[in-house]
């Protein structure tokens, strides 16, 4: 059982970093001065586009093994005690 709950835990470790870089935004303005133009802000994601679609691909990919793996200490366990 202790082995379920070290990949529970790395799933955790692993999913909650990779979705908060996921949603947070960071943005920028650049102001003009007065009368010589407009001013022009943008924003995104901390990471950029790319860098969000790798975090969250490799946290999907990290969670589905770990999910395969409780489930397999959890059978195990299972069958050691029966």
């Known amino acids: 059982m202790d082995r379920a709950i070290a990949w529970v835990v790395l799933a955790l470790v692993t999913a909650v970093p990779a979705l908060l870089l996921a949603v947070t935004r960071v943005s ?3 102001d003009a001065a007065p ?4 001013s022009r802000c943008t924003s995104g ?3 950029g586009v790319a860098g969000s679609w790798a975090a969250g691909a490799v946290a999907v990919v990290v969670v589905a093994i770990a999910v395969v ?5 959890v059978r195990s366990g299972r069958a050691a005690t029966d």
């Open 28 to 30: 920028s303005c650049a």
């Open 35 to 38: 009368g010589a133009g407009t």
């Open 45 to 47: 994601p901390v990471l």
């Open 69 to 73: 793996q409780v489930v397999r200490a």
